[in-house]
């Protein structure tokens, strides 16, 4: 009788067993398949920004043709860079010094910037 009783608890131990891994591979490829969706709906997203910053690009560039504007990749990093420190509060005299130009020649490259941030900051008041 005794024999018996192991041989059942050890055959109920082995169904119990195989029950347990069979729940936890359906939930591992649950979890594996929501993690493939996040995946696939980030590329999407990543894509889409990647498209929007394309479109972006063509647009100023398009833009700088109409507008008869020809700058090389240099100069349009470095105005860029201008635009950055002056949003950022740096003074004229300071985005001078970092960029080794004259302060003029700042106040020449802001003061189509300059005009237009106060034109909003006065719409924006009233």
Same mark, same amino acid.
């Given at each position: 009788?005794?024999?018996?009783?192991?041989?059942?608890?050890? #055959?109920? =131990?082995?169904?119990?067993?195989?029950? =347990?891994? =069979?729940?936890?591979?359906? *939930?591992?490829?649950?979890?594996?398949?929501?993690? &493939?969706?996040?995946?696939?709906?980030?590329?999407? @997203?990543?894509? *889409?920004?990647? &498209?929007?910053?394309?479109?972006?690009?063509? $647009?100023?560039?398009?833009?700088?043709? @109409? *507008? #008869?504007?020809?700058? =090389?990749?240099? $100069?349009?990093?470095?105005?860029? $860079?201008?635009? $950055?420190?002056?949003?950022?509060?740096?003074?004229?005299?300071?985005?001078?010094?970092?960029?080794?130009?004259?302060? @003029?020649?700042? @106040?020449?490259?802001? *003061?189509?910037?300059?005009?237009?941030?106060?034109?909003?900051?006065?719409?924006?008041?009233?």
């Amino acid at each position: 009788m005794m024999l018996w009783t192991l041989a059942g608890l050890f #055959g109920i =131990s082995i169904i119990l067993l195989v029950i =347990s891994i =069979s729940r936890t591979s359906r *939930a591992a490829k649950a979890e594996h398949n929501q993690i &493939d969706l996040i995946h696939i709906s980030t590329m999407k @997203e990543i894509n *889409a920004i990647q &498209d929007s910053i394309r479109n972006i690009e063509l $647009d100023i560039e398009v833009v700088m043709k @109409e *507008a #008869g504007v020809q700058l =090389s990749s240099e $100069d349009k990093v470095f105005m860029r $860079d201008v635009l $950055d420190l002056a949003n950022r509060n740096y003074s004229n005299e300071s985005i001078a010094q970092m960029k080794q130009v004259s302060v @003029e020649e700042i @106040e020449q490259i802001l *003061a189509p910037y300059r005009t237009l941030q106060e034109g909003r900051k006065v719409a924006n008041e009233n």
